[in-house]
Nanobody
Framework: QVQLVESGGGLVQAGDSLRLSCAAS????????MAWFRQAPGKERTFVAV????????AYADSVKGRFTISKDYAKNTVYLQMNSLRLEDTAVYYC??????????????WGQGTQVTVSS
């Protein structure tokens, strides 16, 4: 079992930065790939970023590439999502997930409860 708790969401203006955190407990990182997803109002949950279980590789949705960075701190059992140059369309509930990543497909085994990010003009 893995428990995931997100934090760091909030209300920001377009162009601002925000860092989300996802604290893991239980079996923690190994051997899970950690990911961030987001769900905007009235839309499906979509993939944002993933980092491999050993931190050796990352992948991003095209919409956030170059603006968002995923990272992990093994000592703190925490995954981060640094979000820069935020846009109105980044407004969503952001979810952390622990799961499997292969062949550009992610399967989440565990989800956090989500944290709201709202970007205003």
């Amino acid at each position: 079992q893995v428990q995931l708790v997100e934090s760091g969401g909030g209300l920001v203006q377009a162009g601002d930065s925000l860092r989300l955190s996802c604290a893991a407990s239980g079996r923690t990182f190994s051997p899970y790939a950690m990911a961030w997803f987001r769900q905007a109002p009235g839309k499906e949950r979509t993939f944002v970023a993933v980092i491999s279980w050993n931190g050796g590789s990352t992948a991003y949705a095209d919409s956030v590439k170059g603006r968002f960075t995923i990272s992990k701190d093994y000592a703190k059992n925490t995954v981060y999502l640094q979000m820069n140059s935020l846009r109105l369309e980044d407004t969503a509930v952001y979810y952390c997930a622990a799961g499997q990543y292969a062949s550009n497909r992610y399967r989440a085994d565990y989800w956090g409860q989500g944290t709201q990010v709202t970007v205003s003009s």
